[in-house]
């Protein structure tokens, strides 16, 4: 079967949900918290449907650049809706949705030159945890933003329908730095089992996204420490963190577009 029509719906739901949260919160309504829900889970549901036509190939997983990004925008919008049921950020699916329309889209178009993946469990265990770590680091990165746009809405005292729907700045931050620990924590397996289960960086063209994504790693935990000891918040936070997820997007999207379509290896 064709994952045209699955994927396409799936944008299609994304882009609905997406249409009718910004809409009611522009008007300063709250959208309906189980319709936004139920959207987002027909979509997400089109959306994995279409990606096992795409990702799985004869036993094999092809993995190449479209692929991965909208098997991460899945992943993202998935722990989003889950953590949506206990806290509020519902929020975060205004700009989700749209990312996932997207992804979907952009994964019908030819891929890159990567090889399909039929490797041993520890190497896909490695790959499930990076998905993992980059989906919660993804929503942290989203988060922030709005805290941004929150922050500097409130000082200007001209807050927008958007805005006035969000919780207040303290949750906003507590949020934000629950996410922080759960994708660092989830970054840090990553690494190990990296290093557990791969024999040679060199051969496999990993040197390169490794480093960053240590250094990425290594961002993240000064932020963690700096807000446990130091009390960091606001303006500093945001920037660490948007620091460390341009440092671990260019590991994997930056590393993953050379070698697909400049190096084509």
Not at 22 to 37: I, Q, V
Not at 55 to 61: D, K, R, S, Y
Not at 194 to 215: N, R
Request: proline share 4%; charged share 10%.
């Amino acid at each position: 079967m064709t994952p045209l029509l699955p994927s396409l719906a799936a944008a299609g739901l994304y882009a609905g949900a997406a249409l009718y949260q910004a809409l009611l919160l522009s008007r300063r309504a709250t959208p309906d918290k189980r319709l936004l829900g139920l959207l987002g889970v027909l979509a997400l549901l089109a959306h994995a449907f279409g990606l096992r036509l795409l990702l799985l190939n004869n036993g094999a997983l092809q993995l190449d650049f479209f692929n991965a990004a909208s098997l991460l925008a899945a992943a993202v919008i998935t722990l989003t809706l889950l953590a949506s049921l206990r806290i509020p950020v519902e929020n975060l699916l205004v700009l989700l949705f749209p990312l996932g329309s997207l992804t979907t889209l952009l994964a019908l178009l030819p891929g890159g030159t990567t090889q399909p993946i039929v490797e041993e469990p520890g190497i896909l265990a490695h790959i499930l945890l990076s998905i993992l770590a980059y989906g919660l680091l993804t929503i942290a990165v989203v988060q922030a933003l709005l805290l941004l746009l929150q922050n500097r809405q409130l000082k200007n005292k001209h807050p927008s329908g958007i805005i006035r729907n969000f919780p207040p700045l303290q949750t906003m931050e507590s949020l934000l730095f629950g996410f922080l620990w759960g994708g660092w924590s989830l970054l840090s397996l990553s690494l190990l089992s990296g290093w557990l289960f791969l024999d040679d960086l060199f051969a496999q063209h990993l040197v390169h996204k490794t480093l960053l994504a240590c250094v990425a790693w290594v961002v993240f935990g000064v932020l963690l420490w700096g807000r446990h000891q130091l009390g960091w918040r606001g303006g500093k936070a945001i920037r660490w963190t948007l620091a460390g997820f341009l440092l671990l997007m260019l590991a994997y999207f930056g590393s993953k577009l050379v070698r697909e379509f400049i190096l084509h290896i």
